[in-house]
């Protein structure tokens, strides 16, 4: 899998959007961007994923460039409820080799009242 | 909706017990998985199965061994508890390979003292 970096923490106050970016430099041509949401004393939980340009759901939009280099999840309008790890991790969606799998560290955010 | 149970998500073990961690889902998935995840580490892959009886090293194999004797079930064993294996271990399940949307189960938190 590609090396994501993303800062590890962000802080926000309720009601604004946060973006949150991800780095990954090397992606490769077959690549996907992957999001996941984890609440404390939870597993993580799917949000969303992209290949390029823009993808948008009930939860989240993801925002990819044309080099595909980095991408942005964006969370309309957060309430403390938002509050989570939030991790970017990249790689082929058929390869069958598990053993890079790399959720790292994640960023945490904080949203404040 | 997509369901991931743990057998516990507290468990206290002394160091050489031999620990057995249940994870069944009820999807009819054919992948599953056991990560732990640590502070500052996010979470690392122990093992994967993608079908029963099959099993797959992570990246952190070494002192555990999994057991997947019927698809709907995957078991996580450490045959001798240390105390470096005190951590949370989450299990989850895919329909797919690669980075396919995996559903998480609500995690255990073993203590080995």
């Known amino acids: 899998l590609a090396k994501t970096t993303q800062p590890i923490s962000m802080d926000s106050y309720e009601g604004q959007e946060v973006n949150i970016t991800c780095s990954h430099n090397n992606i490769a041509t077959n690549d996907y961007i992957t999001w996941y949401q984890q609440f404390p004393s939870q597993g993580p939980r799917f949000i969303i994923q992209g290949y390029k340009t823009k993808v948008t759901n009930e939860v989240a939009s993801l925002f990819i460039p044309a080099d595909r280099k980095s991408s942005t999840l964006s969370l309309p309008r957060v309430s403390l409820s938002d509050t989570a790890v939030y991790y970017c991790?990249?790689?082929?969606?058929?390869?069958?080799?598990?053993?890079?799998?790399?959720f790292g560290p994640g960023t945490s955010l904080s949203v404040i009242p | 909706d997509v369901k991931v149970t743990q057998s516990s998500r507290y468990l206290v073990k002394r160091t050489g017990e031999k620990v057995f961690l249940e994870c069944v889902q009820d999807m009819d998935h054919e992948n599953m998985f056991w990560y732990r995840q640590d502070p500052g580490l996010g979470l690392r892959l122990i093992y994967f199965?993608?079908?029963?009886?099959?099993?797959e090293k992570g990246d952190i194999p070494e002192g555990y061994s999994v057991s997947r004797e019927k698809k709907e079930r995957f078991s996580l064993i450490l045959e001798s508890a240390s105390t470096n294996q005190t951590s949370m271990y989450l299990c989850?399940?895919?329909?797919?390979?690669?980075?396919?949307?995996?559903?998480f189960g609500p995690g255990t938190r073993l203590t080995v003292t």
């Open positions: 199965s993608y079908d029963v009886k099959m099993k």
């Open positions: 991790l990249v790689g082929d969606l058929m390869k069958t080799s598990y053993d890079k799998v790399i």
């Open positions: 989850a399940s895919s329909s797919g390979q690669g980075l396919y949307e995996q559903y």
